[in-house]
């Protein structure tokens, strides 16, 4: 789980390089530089609970690393999409990056699709207010992680993310 960390804090990396909106990428570069501190931080309270062995209190300690952990990442995940909406410069000839200017673009291009449904299918009541009820919700980078099939040929039995493997070679 940490190491997947590192494979969002790399990802948020590249998009606030790429980034148009200042502000934008300074939160991307700020929420992945917390998720880098989490991840490793939850690194060493997993080796050290491997080496000292079972504890309530050492249990205790990793979940709650594992929840700061999903936490920080989401918030990686959220100043992406606001910065992928904001607009990403050209990603260099570097393939890591055109395969997250691929992904986000994906995203977006999802992202206009469903409002622009919306749009046309407008359930909005009489107050022309959006109805909740039914509504479809927006898609996010989390849900298309989620959606697309874990690539097994790329990842190694023990993958480590500065070996050479791609941001997307794994999905959380």
């Given at each position: 789980?940490?190491?997947?960390?590192?494979?969002?804090?790399?990802?948020?990396?590249?998009?606030?390089?790429?980034?148009?909106?200042?502000?934008?990428?300074?939160?991307?570069?700020?929420?992945?530089?917390?998720?880098?501190?989490?991840?490793?931080?939850?690194?060493?309270?997993?080796?050290?609970?491997?080496?000292?062995?079972?504890?309530?209190?050492?249990?205790?300690?990793?979940?709650?690393n594992v929840q700061n952990l999903l936490r920080a990442v989401q918030h990686v995940l959220r100043a992406a999409e606001a910065a992928c909406v904001k607009g990403l410069g050209q990603p260099s000839a570097d393939p890591e990056?055109?395969?997250?200017?691929?992904?986000?673009?994906?995203?977006?291009?999802?992202?206009?699709?469903?409002?622009?449904?919306?749009?046309?299918?407008?359930?909005?009541?009489?107050?022309?207010?959006?109805?909740?009820?039914?509504?479809?919700?927006?898609?996010?980078?989390?849900?298309?992680?989620?959606?697309?099939?874990?690539?097994?040929?790329?990842?190694?039995?023990?993958?480590?993310?500065?070996?050479?493997?791609?941001?997307?070679?794994?999905?959380?």
């Amino acid at each position: 789980i940490a190491s997947d960390g590192q494979v969002v804090v790399k990802f948020g990396n590249i998009l606030a390089k790429h980034c148009r909106d200042q502000r934008c990428s300074t939160e991307l570069l700020r929420a992945a530089e917390h998720t880098q501190s989490v991840s490793s931080q939850l690194g060493i309270v997993a080796r050290v609970k491997a080496v000292t062995g079972e504890s309530k209190a050492s249990s205790e300690l990793l979940v709650s690393n594992v929840q700061n952990l999903l936490r920080a990442v989401q918030h990686v995940l959220r100043a992406a999409e606001a910065a992928c909406v904001k607009g990403l410069g050209q990603p260099s000839a570097d393939p890591e990056e055109e395969e997250v200017a691929a992904f986000c673009q994906q995203w977006r291009k999802n992202l206009t699709q469903h409002r622009a449904k919306e749009a046309l299918n407008s359930d909005r009541d009489e107050l022309g207010l959006r109805k909740t009820r039914g509504a479809k919700a927006e898609p996010t980078l989390m849900s298309l992680m989620q959606e697309q099939p874990p690539r097994s040929r790329n990842i190694p039995k023990h993958p480590n993310p500065r070996k050479g493997h791609t941001v997307m070679d794994r999905h959380l």
